[in-house]
């Protein structure tokens, strides 16, 4: 059996769930025979619920379409004291140079390295550790913590206001590692429909996609070079009804937005068993920094919440 891990969160990530934590605790299954994650991000509900010792003994499958996160949760897991040395020197360089060094490793190190890679063939799992190094880096001393491409496919974040980030996490990234190397435990690169169609019945899912945008100063879709439309929110609406009509144990998170709301309350939704609950929130990223503030998140499930 496996045992519980104390582990957190080693990157910060747009629409990251710990601040939700104490609401989706409410839907976790009382047995989960396995886990599948299909949006991971920071892996909150995963490092949450591994914390909590509910993953003993069951498979975890834990995935995302972006490689570039997916190769940096790899390096983590397989050479966790490589990153650790690169990062080091990183938050060494941070602490001479600020801002100047951050734009420094974006744009001369980070993006002429990652282009590199990606020609050579792109594959999270030949994702080096100095760019998954440079990834935390970036991801700890940049805007928000947000993973952002142009249309080129470059990395494009600007760097963050912070005086003393802390970029190098030496116990939490050691024990994301341990977490991550639990048997049983698979990160991989895939769309979400591929990854969530294995679920069996009895399993449970969490779903944790980009989120609608509520407005257009909101509007954070590109965690990777294709984005998140609508017609793949869509998509992913009737994947969690099919899922829910086969026995599978869903958990979701979205934005109030109306077409958000509109697609989970469809009949297809409802008859599937799909319920949904607004939850208070506070908006992290906008534009501008008046408008971040409380908002409704939506938690659709077909689980009961225990109180």
């Known amino acids: 059996m496996a045992p519980a891990i104390d582990a957190q969160p080693f990157l910060k990530w747009a629409g990251g769930k710990r601040q939700l934590l104490p609401v989706l605790r409410t839907y976790y299954p009382a ?3 396995g886990y599948l994650e ?3 991000g920071s892996g ?3 490092f949450d619920l591994a914390a909590r010792g509910r993953l003993r003994g069951c498979p975890v499958h834990l995935s995302d379409e972006n490689p570039d996160l997916v190769g940096c949760y790899l390096r983590v897991r397989d050479d966790v004291e490589g990153v650790i040395g690169e990062l080091g020197r990183l938050a060494e360089g941070h602490a001479q140079g600020g801002a100047d060094f951050y734009y420094e490793i974006r744009d001369q190190r980070f993006n002429p390295a990652r282009a590199a890679w990606h020609a050579a063939d792109g594959d999270a799992g030949s994702y080096p550790v100095a760019l998954a190094a440079a990834l935390l880096y970036l991801n700890r001393t940049g805007y928000n913590g947000l993973f952002r491409l142009n249309s080129r496919g470059g990395y494009n974040v600007p760097a963050g206001r912070y005086v003393r980030p802390r970029i190098l996490d030496e116990r939490r990234l050691r024990a994301a590692s341990a977490a991550l190397n639990v048997s049983g435990v698979a ?5 979400f429909d591929a990854a969530a169609q294995q679920a069996r019945r009895g399993d449970f899912v969490y779903f944790d996609p980009p989120y609608a945008p509520l407005g257009r100063t909101a509007n954070f879709r590109h965690y990777t070079a294709r984005g ?3 017609a793949d929110q869509a998509r992913l609406q009737a994947l969690a009804v099919t899922l829910a009509g086969r026995g599978v144990q869903v958990l979701l998170s979205n934005s109030s937005a109306e077409s958000i709301v509109a697609l989970y309350g469809q009949s297809t939704a409802t008859s599937a068993g799909l319920t949904m609950r ?3 929130a506070r908006r992290a990223i906008n534009t501008r920094a008046d408008r971040r503030g ?3 998140e939506l938690v659709v499930t077909n689980l009961a919440p225990v109180a």
Do not use: E, G, Y
Request: charged content about 25%; overall charge positive; proline content about 17%.
């Open 278 to 280: 607004r939850v208070p």
């Open 187 to 191: 990160v991989s690169c895939r769309p």
């Open 228 to 230: 998140f439309s609508d």
């Open 31 to 33: 047995r989960v025979r």
């Open 38 to 40: 299909p949006f991971l």
């Open 44 to 46: 909150a509900v995963f």
């Open 294 to 296: 409380p908002v409704d």
